[in-house]
């Protein structure tokens, strides 16, 4: 279906969340993709609360796009096989410890394929006192403080973190250092790659480093917590609201309170002590703020509080849930979700990748594999004639 990175060839030898999601941005950029599972399959194929067929939704929205082929990478001839792809491949995307065959480490594939660009993943990085660490990405990110800075209030216990945050961080990194090894492999060659879960999310939480390195200096909701105003919204007559007025003035200030009925903080010390003029960002006064805007809002619908708010120049924003995210114009106009027909499924919704191409358009290039798919088609392509595929599938060699 086309795409920037069309005639890129990617084997991924991955599994879980941060390899499978890197190797299918590259897909959605028009590369070709081969995901290689062991007979099992993916540990994914069995994640979701709600599973369609014999699948789990979290496998479906990682590896979208991809051909698949399954096979036994411990076997002598699927070590074989797998160096006969990767010879003619421009990237490998693995995990650590995804297989321990010499064959197929970076050392051996290198002289294989000297043009190839090998990225790993790994939980801490390569080497060093955590090295032997379990490879579990939701402790990587408790660990390195995602999961008690980010949800739950200071002082209080933290929150369950609802996705592999530490895994998904990291496939992001992963794709620009792909994208730029394979820009610069014209003057220097291949390259290996190694990507931390741990790294990549130290350098995303960069941004509250300072509030962390003294709370006492600096109070702002985003280092209060993710589950208190505004991050919860503001509940109005129907529904709830986010809403900011730090860039009004104190006269559109005063003009909001009175549209919105709120006379009775006038003179009212807490007025200044929490600050509720900023709107939307009590810090550490939040639990104060929050009783004296929502007795106010009650009394307008989610739509008349998001006018009045506007029309004095503050920012507003309805609280949405998902359903109601993916319905609203702005995610129709910009085209967030696009349908795909998944064999055995149905119709899925899918979130589209965020960019827009405009000399290389790119999309999401079909469904996620079943198991062992492509295993003809992907063994014919790599010189395999049809009696050797039939031998290989009767040896335990292929699955499906």
Not at 146 to 159: F, K, N, Y
Not at 182 to 205: C, K, N, P, W
Not at 374 to 389: F, K, M, W
């Amino acid at each position: 279906m086309g795409g920037p990175l069309e005639g890129l060839r990617v084997v991924e030898l991955a599994e879980g969340v941060a390899g499978p999601y890197c190797a299918q941005e590259l897909s959605d950029a028009g590369a070709d993709v081969i995901k290689v599972e062991k007979p099992g399959g993916d540990r994914t194929r069995g994640w979701g609360s709600r599973k369609r067929g014999d699948v789990g939704v979290a496998f479906l929205s990682a590896n979208r796009g991809k051909r698949g082929i399954a096979l036994d990478p411990d076997s002598e001839a699927g070590v074989e096989l797998l160096r006969k792809l990767i010879a003619g491949a421009d990237i490998v995307i693995t995990d650590a410890g995804w297989s321990a065959a010499a064959a197929l480490q970076y050392d051996s594939l290198g002289e294989l394929n000297p043009q190839l660009v090998y990225c790993r993943f790994s939980e801490y990085g390569k080497g060093g006192p955590w090295a032997d660490q379990p490879p579990y990405g939701e402790l990587v990110a408790q660990l390195a403080g995602d999961g008690t800075g980010s949800l739950g209030a200071i002082g209080e216990p933290p929150v369950r973190m609802a996705t592999d945050i530490a895994g998904m961080y990291a496939a992001i990194y992963a794709v620009m250092s792909i994208c730029a090894a394979v820009y610069a492999r014209d003057e220097s060659g291949g390259q290996r790659i190694d990507v931390s879960l741990f790294g990549s999310i130290l350098v995303m939480r960069s941004t509250l480093w300072v509030a962390l390195s003294n709370p006492d200096e600096w109070w702002g909701f985003h280092l209060d917590s993710y589950i208190k105003p505004p991050d919860t919204g503001y509940h109005c007559k129907d529904g709830a609201i986010y809403f900011s007025l730090a860039r009004t003035g104190p006269e559109q200030r005063e003009q909001l309170y009175r549209e919105l009925g709120m006379d009775w903080v006038e003179g009212d010390p807490l007025f200044e002590l929490v600050k509720i003029d900023t709107g939307g960002g009590g810090g550490r006064y939040s639990h104060l703020a929050r009783p004296v805007w929502e007795r106010a809002l009650a009394n307008f619908t989610v739509d008349e509080a998001i006018e009045i708010t506007r029309r004095y120049g503050g920012w507003a924003y309805p609280k949405n849930d998902y359903e109601a995210l993916v319905a609203e114009a702005q995610a129709r106009h910009v085209g967030v979700i696009e349908a795909v027909e998944q064999p055995g499924v149905g119709t899925l919704r899918q979130v589209a990748p965020p960019w827009d191409f405009e000399g290389t358009p790119a999309a999401i290039q079909g469904p996620a594999p079943q198991l062992g798919e492509h295993n003809a088609a992907v063994l014919a392509e790599a010189g395999y004639s049809e009696a050797e595929i039939a031998r290989l599938r009767e040896d335990g060699v292929l699955a499906s």
